[in-house]
């Protein structure tokens, strides 16, 4: 059963987010809450969340947090592995259904009322679609369970191996196509299993995976990805893959020259 | 828009498919545009007939008879946005090959508006082809659409009761239609019917709604006039928002322009905007009579 969450609705998350602006992590971590007056439970299927899970919830994200240098500044690289970790970590205990993990308002009630400290650790600063209920593309916690739930195995054995395939930005140009290739879990997943053997000739991965997202958006349009078998499929996301890295990687080096001109 | 496919379709006909139903505890019904009972814990049992011409379908695509071709369903939900495949079937080069759809969707990706495509792929493009013939693995020789909006009003509207006076809405009001500003969002999470829990009169009509007395009816009726009025001045306000604009399925733009066309299928948005302008006592008017305020059971 899908377990439901608050919902922190646009005005009084506006609100939160401009006087958090003004704070520092230490005074934030004093103003955390399990609830919040202002947050409402929607009446759809499945049952609402406990005050112990969501302060379970907010203990495990920052024992996770502790572990990459919260609260103090940290290194990049472990702000990298905790988006990784967090990933996985709400994907497999918020108990939330893809239906209700589209509800924007709860991922604002996460990161303004239950982890604002955690939130504007990571984000410092943050402009307000990273902690708003405004982008789930954008959201210090929404974008990491999506990510979660579109690139987990159906297996369980190494289930969340596919989440440190792409960066942050990489991931960001998949998920903001979610529309068209991004809402096909079979074809993010593919990418993600072929994408370490693409050999991209010394051309940025993001410029490739943006050219490869572009054909591949092409091609659904008349072609049905998710009825190929794993062979088909992964054969012709090779294809398109190998064929924009060498189109990308010729293009690169017959501008060499001109650029050299000028 | 019509979608231009680089290589040879047959014609519709190679392919006859009989409506959509569900399976109940009370047996097999015609799938309804809304489902009013569905939540994320329903599984859908589905199925229709459907017959293919395999042979007449090959020669028509310009494909050899070895070529492999596959009936298969895949399924879209607009709130999530995710996709998947549904149920899959090769189709064997018989003419009048009937091929019965017949499948269970878990409801744990679902929500908004489901979409049902039903599509014939090819598979294998055998041998002796024809040039303008299909030749990739997954190319949409034929396809169907249907749409069913789950869980009907409760999509649209869900409702939470709230106490106003740790809202910022004013405490005595009754109820307050919140309404996001994004149009491209999807509806569901969009829209939340906040009612107030000081307000008993409201509250005990609201909590009464399935058997509602004959006071809690017009308090419903007078509330969903008020849900009718936000909405469609919500539409008429926000100039972005027009008949043209081609807003995603089960977004909040197609909602809303929904809501105005069948609230007032007579005029255009620009008349209405007009109106509520110039006569606004003449569009409350209006709205009154679209909404049924206080009419009948």
């Known amino acids: 059963m899908s377990v439901l969450y608050p919902r922190l609705l646009g005005d009084a998350a506006r609100g939160l987010h401009q006087k958090y602006l003004q704070l520092s992590v230490a005074e934030l971590s004093g103003r955390h809450e399990l609830r919040h007056p202002s947050a409402v439970f929607a009446a759809t299927g499945g049952r609402r969340v406990t005050l112990d899970e969501l302060d379970r919830l907010r203990g495990d994200v920052l024992e996770v947090a502790m572990r990459a240098g919260f609260p103090g500044e940290g290194r990049r690289q472990e702000r990298v592995t905790f988006d990784l970790e967090i990933a996985q970590l709400l994907h497999e205990r918020c108990g939330l259904v893809a239906g209700e993990a589209a509800v924007r308002p709860i991922w604002a009630f996460l990161a303004l009322v239950l982890l604002p400290d955690v939130s504007y650790w990571r984000y410092p600063r943050p402009p307000g679609d990273r902690v708003l209920g405004t982008d789930i593309t954008r959201h210090v916690w929404g974008r990491l369970w999506w990510r979660a739930h579109l690139l987990a195995v159906p297996q369980q054995y190494r289930r969340y191996r596919l989440l440190d395939t792409f960066g942050e930005a990489a991931f960001d140009q998949i998920f903001a196509r979610r529309k068209s290739i991004g809402g096909s879990r079979t074809l993010v997943r593919m990418l993600a299993e072929v994408w370490p053997s693409i050999d991209r000739g010394g051309v940025a991965e993001r410029d490739v995976l943006i050219d490869v997202l572009k054909r591949l958006s092409r091609l659904g349009a008349v072609i049905d990805f998710e009825s190929l078998d794993f062979d088909q499929l992964q054969r012709q996301v090779q294809d398109v893959a190998a064929e924009s890295a060498a189109l990308l990687s010729a293009r690169a080096l017959g501008a060499g020259p001109r650029h050299a001109e000028a | ?297």
């Open chain 2, 1 to 297: 828009m019509t979608r231009v496919y680089p290589y040879l379709r047959p014609p519709a006909d190679v392919v006859t498919t009989g409506p959509w139903s569900r399976l109940t505890p009370d047996g097999s019904e015609l799938l309804p545009d809304t489902l009013l009972d569905w939540d994320y814990s329903t599984t859908l049992s589905l199925h229709r007939p459907v017959t293919v011409d395999g042979l007449r379908l090959r020669q028509l695509s310009g494909l050899a008879e070895d070529a492999e071709v596959d009936l298969s369903v895949q399924w879209y939900s607009t709130s999530s946005l995710l996709r998947g495949q549904a149920w899959r079937l090769t189709l064997p080069v018989d003419d009048a090959f009937e091929a019965p759809v017949d499948f269970r969707l878990p409801g744990d990706d679902l929500g908004g508006t489901l979409e049902l495509v039903t599509n014939v792929v090819l598979r294998a493009p055998g041998s002796g082809r024809s040039q303008a013939a299909a030749r990739r693995a997954g190319s949409v020789l034929w396809s169907d659409r249907q749409r069913v909006l789950l869980e009907g009003d409760n999509t649209l509207f869900p409702i939470a009761t709230a106490d106003f006076h740790d809202l910022p809405y004013p405490t005595g009001a009754g109820w307050y239609l919140h309404i996001d500003e994004d149009l491209e969002g999807a509806a569901l999470g969009s829209i939340l019917l906040l009612v107030n829990e000081r307000h008993e009169v409201v509250m005990r009509a609201v909590e009464a709604a399935a058997s509602p007395t004959e006071a809690d009816r017009r308090v419903l009726s007078t509330l969903r006039a008020d849900v009718l009025r936000s909405l469609v001045e919500r539409a008429l306000t926000d100039e972005d928002l027009t008949e043209e604009t081609d807003h995603p399925v089960g977004s909040l733009g197609a909602l809303l322009t929904t809501v105005v066309r069948n609230a007032f299928p007579a005029f255009s948005m620009e008349a209405l905007r007009r109106e509520r302008q110039t006569a606004p006592a003449l569009f409350s008017s209006r709205l009154q009579e679209t909404a049924q305020l206080l009419v009948g059971p």
